[in-house]
């Protein structure tokens, strides 16, 4: 079981939306049987089995081993993954393009730049899954207070001076057998999830 699996198909998507779909998925980080699952959610085992076998279809579970029960063969399964992300191109007809509008003030270009960050990356790790290889990223996560918007504007300056100054040191176009990589720095309010929920 991989710990995220980013889903790129729209069936897929859409089974995996599904709530009692979803319910499943999150059950099944440990293998089960439609069996056992229908106690858990409170279901049928036929409309467990129905799910399951649509969450099969598009790999968003995976056969573990079948047991014998009597006249009964019992399948067990589990999700292929603890976590998914739905990437754009799922929805490719009306997925974000950052290169539309290239304000980098705007909070909905940072959301297209993500979005294009978890397609690439997603493209990637399944291409580097088939090959059976790693794939080599690198991500900074942090977070810093601002006393005031001039310190905010100020440190997004400095910022983005320093990171083109080790692009340009570091970038090598001519380089043979060398392979381009994208940088992706993003500087967004927290979300205080605490408040939220008082």
Known sequence: MHDVAVIDDAGAAEAALDPVRARLL?????????????RQVGLTRQKVNYHLRTLERHGLV??????????VTERVLRATAASYVISP????????????D?????????LAVAA????DVGELLA?????????????????????SAAD???????????????????HDGAAAGGRAHRVVLAVHPTVNREEEGR
């Open 26 to 38: 999150a059950e099944l980080s440990e293998p089960g049987s439609a069996t056992t699952l229908a």
């Open 62 to 71: 995976e056969l573990v081993e079948e047991r014998r029960r009597g006249n």
């Open 89 to 100: 191109s799922a929805l490719a007809a009306v997925e974000p393009d950052p290169g539309r």
């Open 102 to 110: 290239p304000d980098r003030m705007s909070a909905r270009w940072l």
């Open 116 to 119: 294009r960050l978890v397609r």
């Open 127 to 147: 291409g580097a899954t088939r090959a059976r290889k790693r794939l080599a990223t690198f991500a900074v996560d942090g977070e810093v207070r601002f006393a």
């Open 152 to 170: 905010r504007a100020a440190f997004a300056e400095e910022l983005a001076g320093a990171v083109a100054s080790l692009i340009s040191k570091y």
